[in-house]
């Protein structure tokens, strides 16, 4: 059995830190100087953007739909069910359409970035290119990056508006709230402060998604077996720094007296 050294572990976490705090970076910083990979950037947006269209439609759906479902059963208890609108919206657009989004993104996407810039590292593609003269960073990290930054909101805004109709499905087929109790309460529960912080969260939330993806598909090794690890890694690194990112960034906010 291989020797488990506490300094060694620590100085492996302490690096995979300063890599990965370095690679956010240097991506970021390539956003504004040339060359910019245009094409490149256009197709990770097809890929990241509209190749998860359909799944973060159908979980934003049903999401709010349950919602709907579980907060009845509680708001009938007080006889409040016409507050049943506003409920499905403050919670699609705080929380479950932010959250569930870049989750759902994060387990399609984290693994794909992870699974092809492996694939293309025990390939030694990489060492070919950095042959040639080209950045691996900027031409596989930045746009891939910057996809991400500009579809996971649009995909939020979508998922929200989906989970307030599934919402609004099942308040009015089953609870048979009227169509204008359920909009007009849903639409006046949501402020300013609401809709920007379900917009802000997003924006971090790619961050994770894209940059995750991309270190541990840099830090690919051991041929083929390591592709499938680093693949597992990267989705569940994601999905955690989501929920932990989550939970620091609301806190911050209620503590600033945001909302």
């Given at each position: 059995m291989a020797e488990i050294s506490i300094d060694g572990f620590v100085k492996q976490k302490v690096q995979a830190v300063q890599d990965f705090t370095f690679l956010f970076a240097n991506s970021f910083a390539n956003l504004f100087s040339s060359p910019r990979y245009i094409v490149d950037t256009i197709v990770q947006m097809d890929v990241i953007g509209v190749g998860s269209l359909p799944i973060v439609l159908l979980v934003g759906f049903f999401s709010g739909g349950v919602i709907a479902l579980q907060t009845y059963r509680t708001l009938s208890t007080f006889g409040s069910v016409t507050l049943l609108g506003q409920v499905v919206s403050l919670s699609v657009v705080l929380e479950m359409g932010p959250v569930l989004t870049a989750l759902v993104t994060a387990g399609r996407n984290s693994s794909g970035i992870a699974s092809e810039i492996g694939s293309m590292i025990v390939s030694e593609q990489v060492d070919a290119m950095r042959a040639l003269g080209t950045d691996p960073v900027r031409k596989l990290v930045t746009p891939r990056l910057f996809a991400t930054v500009i579809t996971l909101p649009l995909l939020t805004i979508l998922a929200d508006l989906f989970g307030m109709l599934?919402?609004?499905?099942?308040?009015?087929?089953?609870?048979?709230?009227?169509?204008?109790?359920?909009?007009?309460?849903?639409?006046?529960?949501?402020?300013?402060?609401?809709?920007?912080?379900?917009?802000?969260?997003?924006?971090l939330f790619a961050f994770i998604v894209a940059l995750v993806g991309c270190y541990f598909g840099l830090a690919t090794r051991g041929g083929t077996e390591g592709v499938g690890r680093s693949t597992t890694q990267a989705v569940v690194v994601s999905s955690v720094l989501i929920l932990v990112v989550d939970f620091f960034f609301t806190k911050f906010l209620i503590a600033v007296g945001f909302f």
């Open positions: 599934g919402g609004f499905f099942v308040s009015f087929y089953t609870v048979r709230l009227s169509s204008v109790e359920y909009w007009t309460t849903a639409y006046q529960a949501l402020t300013f402060e609401d809709v920007t912080q379900g917009l802000l969260k997003p924006f």
